[in-house]
């Protein structure tokens, strides 16, 4: 039992400083404000949530997020940033994982992967409006327009959700035989 509980430990760990490496590569996508970027630091959440179940997908997201705090730190004192792509991870891992473990198919998948960009988008839309966008204006005194929220907010997470589908399903199709050769594993713990 020991040796499954490290091994789950170091697993964790690892996709956890992939993650952050991830995390550290985003780019800005033309259409949208600079401080709307792109990442695919979500997928070693999603590969850990696939593998070993949804609590180390979070834990995934959770050190990735701690880890770029430390190294990066925050302007504002309050991690806001922070907090919004940690939940926004959760929000497109949660309804990934328990769609397609109800399926376990392609199509299932592909199901599972468009659910969460849609839930993605619409709960961080809210979230932003309601919680985060005034948390910056608070702590920053950085003020958008309602209408530029609109506008940029649930698009930018649509296109993000549907980015992160795509390379993770093409991923997902690679390395499948090898993630459920680890869930197996994993599963006895």
């Not at 952050?20 to 404000?33: A, D, G, I, R, S």
């Not at 997928?43 to 850990?48: F, G, M, N, R, Y």
């Not at 327009?145 to 997902?172: A, C, D, H, Q, T």
């Amino acid at each position: 039992m020991k040796k499954y509980e490290v091994k789950s430990f170091v697993a964790i760990g690892m996709l956890s400083g992939v993650a952050y490496v991830l995390m550290l590569l985003n780019f800005p996508l033309p259409v949208f404000p600079t401080w709307l970027k792109i990442d695919f630091s979500d997928i070693p959440a999603l590969i850990a949530a696939m593998i070993m179940g949804p609590l180390a997908g979070v834990i995934v997201e959770l050190l990735k997020n701690i880890l770029d705090l430390l190294s990066t730190g925050s302007e504002t004192g309050v991690p806001v940033g922070h907090i919004a792509n940690f939940v926004t991870g959760i929000c497109f891992i949660l309804p990934t994982y328990y769609i397609y473990i109800k399926l376990k198919t392609k199509k299932g998948l592909t199901l599972a992967l468009g659910a969460a960009s849609v839930i993605t988008a619409v709960v961080m839309s809210v979230l932003n409006y309601l919680v985060f966008l005034p948390m910056y204006g608070y702590f920053l005194d950085f003020h958008l327009k309602n209408e530029v929220i609109v506008r940029f907010i649930f698009p930018f997470n649509l296109l993000k959700g549907i980015l992160l589908s795509i390379v993770f399903y093409g991923l997902f199709l690679k390395m499948q035989h090898w993630i459920q050769k680890q869930n197996t594993l994993f599963r006895r713990i």
